[in-house]
């Protein structure tokens, strides 16, 4: 089953939510792709979702090697991966589950996220800047008559 449906990078926490609602409905995330959703039937309420944002690109060989040591050593799955985010799966029966052993990694990761949504609005606010800015450059036409 493949639904469209549209999230912010700043609302991470409601996706993972509503991955985690889905999987309670029966549906289980097998991919993503900017916007589509591809869910796969499962027990209902069979997983728990966690989405992590990750310095590296989760295709880098480092990442691949703790996705490796997770499914190993944590009985987490590597579900699939959306740019710098990675999502992330475990069954409901081996409990929930989070990537941080301790405060310290919890507050660095805090700090990214602010930071990736920090830059992610000056982003926005320099390219609305640019835009007003530009609308004063047009031309005016007057028209004789």
Request: proline letters at 2%; charged letters at 25%; one cysteine or more.
């Amino acid at each position: 089953m493949v639904i469209f449906k549209f999230f912010t990078v700043g609302d991470y926490e409601k996706l993972e939510h509503w991955i985690n609602k889905m999987c309670f409905k029966g549906y289980a995330l097998k991919d993503y792709s900017f916007g589509r959703f591809y869910f796969e039937p499962c027990i209902e309420n069979e997983y728990y979702y966690s989405i992590e944002l990750f310095e590296n690109l989760p295709s880098s060989l480092s990442s691949e090697d703790f996705f490796n040591y997770l499914n190993d050593e944590c009985n987490i799955e590597y579900v699939c991966k959306f740019r710098n985010f990675a999502f992330f799966r475990r069954k409901k029966s081996k409990g929930k589950f989070s990537l941080f052993t301790d405060i310290s990694q919890k507050v660095s990761y805090f700090k990214r996220i602010l930071t990736f949504r920090f830059s992610l609005a000056l982003f926005f606010i320099a390219s609305s800047l640019f835009s007003f800015l530009n609308s004063f450059n047009t031309p005016i036409v007057i028209s004789s008559v």
